[in-house]
């Protein structure tokens, strides 16, 4: 059985590796953000329980090229703790809505996964300005929390719900807002932008 698991994560390696040249191909594609917004209240209590995590400050500049040997990295990344962390609602783990926290205990939800993901990637050098927790609307109306990459090829998203690192303008969500660049603990919004049923978040 783990023979299997471990062929399957090396073959979506494999393959999102020859996505990197699809991505480079098809040239750069940022969110459009907006005014300062409200920090998710999880966030918040995240950050008041380790206040490093918020009061990181990016310089104003261009998003990390991305080369291959990074995208291989953020592939490895994103495989390896959708594939370690098991899981579980925050009712589950916590008793309660809307707990930000590490999955030190292999267990989590969806902005836990993107949390540790966040953690990898700066763990190797890529700065705090271009790794962003973001809030986006499933297709159903469901809230969700995914990672997002900025790169000098444009921004990609890491999701516990989809294998594949994708472009943010390849998946199927509403995006709404996320951390700003310079400033790990403000959260700016988003107009998606990709449909004219998509305003600003207020």
Request: aromatic share 8%; net charge positive; charged share 20%.
């Amino acid at each position: 059985m783990k023979k299997t698991r471990g062929k399957l994560l090396l073959l979506a390696m494999a393959m999102q590796l020859t996505a990197w040249g699809t991505a480079y191909a098809a040239g750069p594609a940022f969110m459009h953000t907006g005014s300062r917004t409200t920090q998710p209240v999880g966030h918040y209590e995240f950050c008041q329980k380790i206040p490093q995590e918020c009061n990181q400050r990016t310089p104003k500049q261009a998003p990390i090229e991305l080369t291959r040997k990074l995208w291989a990295k953020i592939v490895s990344i994103n495989n390896s703790v959708n594939s370690k962390i098991a899981p579980r609602t925050d009712m589950e783990l916590w008793g309660k809505e809307e707990v930000w926290s590490y999955p030190n205990s292999g267990f989590g939800d969806c902005e836990d996964y993107a949390l540790e993901k966040r953690r990898a990637l700066m763990n190797i050098g890529v700065p705090a300005g271009d790794l962003l927790m973001t809030v986006a609307r499933q297709p159903n109306g469901d809230g969700h929390a995914v990672l997002t990459v900025r790169t000098s090829l444009g921004e990609f998203i890491l999701d516990n719900l989809e294998t594949r690192v994708l472009s943010w303008t390849a998946t199927d969500y509403t995006y709404l807002k996320r951390q700003s660049s310079q400033n790990s603990g403000a959260w700016i919004m988003i107009n998606d932008g990709r449909s004219d049923a998509v305003a600003s978040v207020r």
